[in-house]
């Protein structure tokens, strides 16, 4: 009957990627000189071949990268000659261990950020060309390596070989560690099969392995005592084997494949005895499985795919388990890699199953090198991959963290002096818990820091901060439901439109916000010379004549302007000829072609680039220029009152604090920079920025605890960062969007915690829910428009239509014309004030203090103002409805009817229908004769 058994994964499947899921454009290396398999995975990076430095260099990309690469392909110059093969460490997804036909190795600590400043040291220099090399899979920074006919093993943390074997008959092909890591199993060109003791310096086993001259390798599966070898028999076909690790004098089974050339690279899960078969130069991914009695092989599923080059499976932490991904196998072709993930069907995929995802080995070595080297042995530590268990150990872990920082301060191990200039940073620091500790210490203090006061932060980037209590994270944050979660868009009637707009400048940096709007009017940029400027009036909608609209006409080309928001007359304007200039509009409108500024800001030296309102202080006006210098006015006096320095490059943007005593900013030199400026010209806080170089924005959100950065990630992808305020050096959580040229403009609604998001040349408005839980940032339903539009600008909350549940309103405009939006959340009981949607707003329209005053050191706050209409009853003191009787609830026999209730029911109402006879029937009446009547 073992042969008829049913295996969970024997209907598991292979997915294939859309395009823009795979990594692409890529310069793969020759594979012709190499043996290894050319592309390996961690949890943290993927490295694989390359063309790039004269074939000594390995690609390195984001385990979670995906679409097209810049170019060049990030590189790793690591050796003089063609890396011939390479391994991560299965403890730190940072090391990496790289061996060359220089004939040396070499442990890489890689640096994500920039692979030039990856540290590294030279294990060994042998005197052939290094083939393989691979991690012990229990013990840290043991390391077995083959050079031709000889099998080392060394002790990467003290540099030293421990063991050496050279009885080989000729080169050695591959190497595979046992599942416990005792033994060490080859493959070499002499056709024999071997296994090895290091620590006994014993060839423990020696077989007979494939009869073809090709080359072949061998892996060890997993705990079993068991090794599987591909090779090619005396017909020149690819051969699969399977032995006993205890005797090697024949196999335990054998399986011909088909005649193809290419060496067979076995892929082996241990967890799910998932066996993955790829040839070099093929273009088909064979899935079989191991099972522990005969038939050991059970044949699966081929997969064509493009003509491969490499492969390698990801670990198993990096796997999405709720979907059911049981393994993925990175496919390297010429030049993309291509993840193919192997799902096992299931009904449902909203709980984590338990049978199909069991405990695997995690990232904590079972004992050191030195323990194992004494003949210590060990079982793997392992983790458990249910993500509602992580994150509660996850959880547990960071509440200990201090105390576990404190307790173990004083059982550092020792480290050799000698040691220390050798080996990688990474490495040391894993065999170092003193260091660890304060790792986790800090990354908490990081995540869970409180928000400071204004005196606290004027030392923020000096002084330590303290450990905090850790907040207790939810599971399953990123199924959190909102009541904005189904927010519905919609463009207002055609009869408030402003049409028939026309000539609409191309011109504009893509970093303005390109359109602005307030309660009375708009501004729209236009072609033309001279920085033309549209101010139009949003209670005059129709169509505007061909020709003959009034324009605000500057003597520069327009670079950024922005409407006062406490005066809806003024209108600031940023231009290239380093001006800022200060409109006062008239109260009726633009009706005639403005020509002079009524004031001019003189200052920068270079084209202003960016310039924004304070929000409570009214005429405090801040700018940034490309002289790199962001400088404070009072527009009231006509005065430059501060001026801020530390950039050294371009200013993307700024955007002051909803507090309004803090300003960020985003520079072209890929930083983030936080100032209080009445306490020093100088940042305060610097972080890293969007790794791109196209522009970004700021916005502040959750009472000014959260800055979410928009901008591009390396590959010119958007994408979304988010940082907390008191501590922008990490980046806490990264989201990447779409791929477009431009940038996506935010707009944050503090009532209802909403992020906007959209960019020119968009139809669609993406939104989303912003909270101090993990991930942070929570997607809600986006609105697509039916056309493409230029840019989307919000009004104040007072001019929202709470009636008709209207929470954010604003002006679309679009390549002709000016749409009024609306955003509404579907409600039943409308005639309700929905005080759960609508808490006390800011009076944002409203000044708080002025620009002197602010500069003086007062702050003050706007005042709160409820939005409920005097003629609305709030929806909390609606009278409460009595529940309706539920069909499977509990037997209740005043509600339902036994059989015989429904019998006599039925019965009565057939009676009913039928109606009752009461007179008698005809048979009745009729006499009968006598009885002596029947004798005649």
Known sequence: MWKFKVSKFKNAAPVTPKFENCITDLNVGSIGLSGGQHIKASTNFIAFNTESGGGGALGIVAADAKGRQPRPTPTLKAHADNVSDFDFSPFNGHVLATGSQDCTVKIWSVNGDNLEDSKQSTLCQVDKRVDCVTWHPLAEDVLAVTHYNTVGVYDAQSMQLKYECGDHGDMVYGATWSGDGQLLGTSCKDKQIRIIDPRSGQIVQTGKGHSGTKESKVKWLGNHNMLLSTGFNMSRQQEVKVWDSRNLSQSLESTDLDSSSGTLLPHFDPDTNMLFLTGKGDNIVRFMEITEKEPYITQGSCDTVEQLMGACLVPKLSLDVMICEVNRLLLLTKQSIIPITYKVPRKSYTEFHEDLFPETAGE????????????????????????????????????????TATTTASKTLPVKSSIVSKVPSVLMSKNSITQKAQEVQK????????????????????????????????????????????????????????DNIRNISRSTPGESDFFQVNTERCVVPLAGKGGLLAVLELNKPGRLPDTGVPVVENTSSVSDFVLNPFDNTELAVGCEDAKIRIWWLPEEGVTETLTEPDQILSGHTEKVYCIRYHPLAKYLLASASYDMTVRLWDTAELEEMIQLTGHTDSIFCLSWSTSGDKLATACKDGKLRIYQPRTSTEPIQEGPGPEGSRGARITWACNDQLIIVSGFSKSSNRQLQVYRSDNISVCISTIETDLSPSIQIPHYDEDSSTLFLTGRGDNTVVTYEVSLEEPYIFPLSPYKCTDLHQAVSFLPKSQCNVKDVEFAKGYRLTTTSIQPLSFTVPRVKKEYFQDDLFPDTRMSWEPALSAS???????????????????????????????????????????????EQKKEELLAAMTNKLGTHDEPLPQDLTEGVDDDEWDD
């Open 364 to 403: 904590e070595p079972s004992m050191t090198a030195d323990a194992w080297w004494e003949g210590s042995n060990a079982q793997p530590i392992k983790v458990t991959l249910d993500p509602n268990e992580r994150l509660r150990k996850s959880r547990n872990t960071q509440s200990n963290a201090t105390t």
């Open 443 to 498: 990354s908490n203090v990081n995540k869970t820091q409180p928000e400071q006061s204004s005196s606290d932060n004027k030392t923020a980037t000096t002084q330590e901060q303290p450990a905090a209590i850790v907040t207790p994270v939810k599971p399953f944050t990123g199924v959190r439901q909102s009541k904005f979660r189904h927010l519905v868009g919609t463009i207002e009637h055609k009869s408030l439109h402003i």
């Open 853 to 899: 005053e602010w500069f003086q050191g007062i702050d003050r706050k706007q005042p709160l103002v409820s939005l409920a209409p005097d003629d609305m009853k709030p929806l909390s003191q609606a009278p409460v409805e009595a529940p309706k009787v539920k069909k499977y609830e509990s037997y209740n026999k005043e509600v339902y009817k036994t059989d």
